[in-house]
């Protein structure tokens, strides 16, 4: 039997966009989908997600064992945020030791991360809307390495430890890195270097 060629996917996801293809949900037909930004394969899916504010990295496959794999609480997720206020070391060490959220009507405690405060701001191109005036108030930006992906759980992760998230891009998933990509680019890889159990390691 012939084997099966999947196809491997890097992009750009750019803010106001959903991670997926369609929906069944008449509140969403008016939403943007990421099938205008490439003409993806039948069959690809989107590995974990981007809530629609957010941008960054977004892994794309036709093989469902890759992306079972990469979902998988050994491979590390890093997000630069960009918060309101200038975060403290205090907030900091909440997030590093894991911190409640809501999740499903319940508190979830977050499994610990690594998180550390950005000097100086991250070179990222412009978002399509404006975060907000600087009148407001200083921001600052965190690094924030997780390994799982509970819903929006970043956002509410530097809420909950009062420093709401203005602007959140996912820069890295394992070894992947966001860096060369302009926002909506997508480009096509041979693989995306995470072995399932039949493949070489």
């Known amino acids: 039997m012939t084997p099966v060629t ?21 509140r969403e037909m008016r ?17 974990g997600r981007l809530d629609e504010p957010s941008e960054g990295l977004l892994l794309l496959t036709t093989d469902g064992r890759v992306s079972e794999r990469i979902r998988r609480k050994d491979v590390e997720k890093e997000y630069y945020a960009q918060v ?10 909440q997030l590093e030791a894991g911190i409640g959220i809501a999740h499903r009507s319940l508190v979830y405690h977050t499994l610990p991360a690594r998180v550390r405060r950005l000097e100086t701001a991250p070179e990222l ?17 965190v690094s924030i390495i997780v390994t799982e992906g509970k819903f929006r759980q970043v956002r509410k992760m530097t809420a909950a430890a009062g420093f709401p998230t203005l602007r959140l891009v996912r820069v890295r998933v394992g070894n992947l890195w ?7 680019e997508v480009r096509e890889v ?3 270097g995470f072995p399932t159990e039949d493949q070489p390691g």
Do not use: C
């Open 6 to 26: 999947h196809r491997h996917f890097l992009l750009y996801k750019p803010y106001g966009y959903l991670s997926q293809f369609t929906s069944e949900f008449p």
């Open 31 to 47: 939403k943007k989908f990421l099938g205008a930004l490439h003409d993806f394969p039948a069959g690809t899916m989107a590995i």
């Open 84 to 93: 309101d206020g200038l975060i403290t070391d205090e907030a900091v060490a």
């Open 125 to 141: 191109p412009p978002r399509g809307r404006n975060i907000r005036s600087d009148r407001h108030g200083p921001t600052s930006w």
């Open 178 to 184: 966001l860096e060369g990509l302009a926002p909506g």
């Open 190 to 192: 041979a693989d995306l």
